[in-house]
Protein backbone atom coordinates (compact mmCIF):
# COMPACT_ATOMS: atom_id res chain seq x y z
CA UNK A 1 0.00 0.00 0.00
CA UNK A 2 2.83 2.41 0.53
CA UNK A 3 3.23 3.53 -2.89
CA UNK A 4 -0.37 4.23 -3.81
CA UNK A 5 -0.97 6.03 -0.76
CA UNK A 6 1.68 8.02 -1.22
CA UNK A 7 0.08 8.95 -5.15
CA UNK A 8 -3.07 9.45 -3.32
CA UNK A 9 -1.71 11.85 -0.59
CA UNK A 10 0.51 13.23 -3.31
CA UNK A 11 -2.91 14.67 -5.32
CA UNK A 12 -4.47 16.10 -1.79
CA UNK A 13 -0.79 17.37 -1.33
CA UNK A 14 -0.12 18.92 -4.53
CA UNK A 15 -4.03 21.00 -3.62
CA UNK A 16 -3.14 21.65 -0.51
CA UNK A 17 0.18 23.01 -1.31
CA UNK A 18 -1.19 25.23 -4.07
CA UNK A 19 -3.68 26.47 -1.52
CA UNK A 20 -1.35 27.42 1.33
CA UNK A 21 0.85 29.22 -1.54
CA UNK A 22 -1.17 30.44 -3.85
CA UNK A 23 0.29 32.78 -7.10
CA UNK A 24 0.70 31.81 -10.67
CA UNK A 25 2.46 28.55 -11.36
CA UNK A 26 4.02 28.11 -15.10
CA UNK A 27 2.21 24.85 -15.85
CA UNK A 28 -1.40 25.21 -14.09
CA UNK A 29 -3.08 22.68 -11.82
CA UNK A 30 -1.58 19.14 -13.79
CA UNK A 31 1.69 20.26 -13.04
CA UNK A 32 0.66 20.93 -9.35
CA UNK A 33 -0.58 17.64 -9.00
CA UNK A 34 2.16 16.18 -10.25
CA UNK A 35 4.49 18.23 -8.20
CA UNK A 36 2.37 17.04 -5.14
CA UNK A 37 3.02 13.33 -6.05
CA UNK A 38 6.12 13.99 -6.25
CA UNK A 39 6.82 15.68 -3.24
CA UNK A 40 4.76 13.38 -1.25
CA UNK A 41 6.94 10.23 -2.49
CA UNK A 42 9.86 12.26 -1.63
CA UNK A 43 8.60 13.55 1.48
CA UNK A 44 7.69 9.63 2.17
CA UNK A 45 11.01 8.81 1.52
CA UNK A 46 13.02 11.49 3.68
CA UNK A 47 10.72 10.32 6.26
CA UNK A 48 11.42 7.03 6.04
CA UNK A 49 14.74 7.23 6.28
CA UNK A 50 15.03 9.09 9.10
CA UNK A 51 12.58 6.75 10.99
CA UNK A 52 9.50 8.06 11.10
CA UNK A 53 8.21 5.11 9.56
CA UNK A 54 6.79 4.61 6.40
CA UNK A 55 2.59 4.90 5.23
CA UNK A 56 0.45 2.05 7.18
CA UNK A 57 -2.75 4.03 6.30
CA UNK A 58 -4.29 6.89 5.83
CA UNK A 59 -3.82 9.61 8.86
CA UNK A 60 -2.43 13.23 9.95
CA UNK A 61 1.14 12.67 9.74
CA UNK A 62 1.47 11.25 6.59
CA UNK A 63 -0.58 13.86 5.12
CA UNK A 64 1.98 16.68 6.60
CA UNK A 65 4.86 14.82 5.39
CA UNK A 66 2.98 14.78 1.62
CA UNK A 67 2.09 18.37 2.18
CA UNK A 68 6.05 19.52 3.86
CA UNK A 69 7.45 17.46 0.17
CA UNK A 70 4.70 19.03 -2.06
CA UNK A 71 5.98 22.54 -0.70
CA UNK A 72 9.72 21.86 -0.82
CA UNK A 73 8.98 21.09 -4.38
CA UNK A 74 6.46 23.59 -5.29
CA UNK A 75 9.06 26.38 -3.59
CA UNK A 76 11.71 24.57 -5.88
CA UNK A 77 9.90 24.49 -9.12
CA UNK A 78 8.83 27.69 -8.89
CA UNK A 79 12.34 28.97 -8.00
CA UNK A 80 13.72 27.23 -11.17
CA UNK A 81 11.03 28.49 -13.37
CA UNK A 82 10.22 31.67 -11.89
Same mark, same amino acid.
Given at each position: ?GII =? ?6 ? =???VAK?? %??? #? ?12 ? =?? $? +? ?6 ? %? ?19 ? $??? +??? =??? #?? #??
Amino acid at each position: MGII =AWIVFGLI =AGIVAKFI %MPG #KDPGGMIVTSLIGI =AG $A +LVGGTISS %MLGFGDVTGFDMRSMMVAVGG $ALL +LLI =AYR #KL #KG
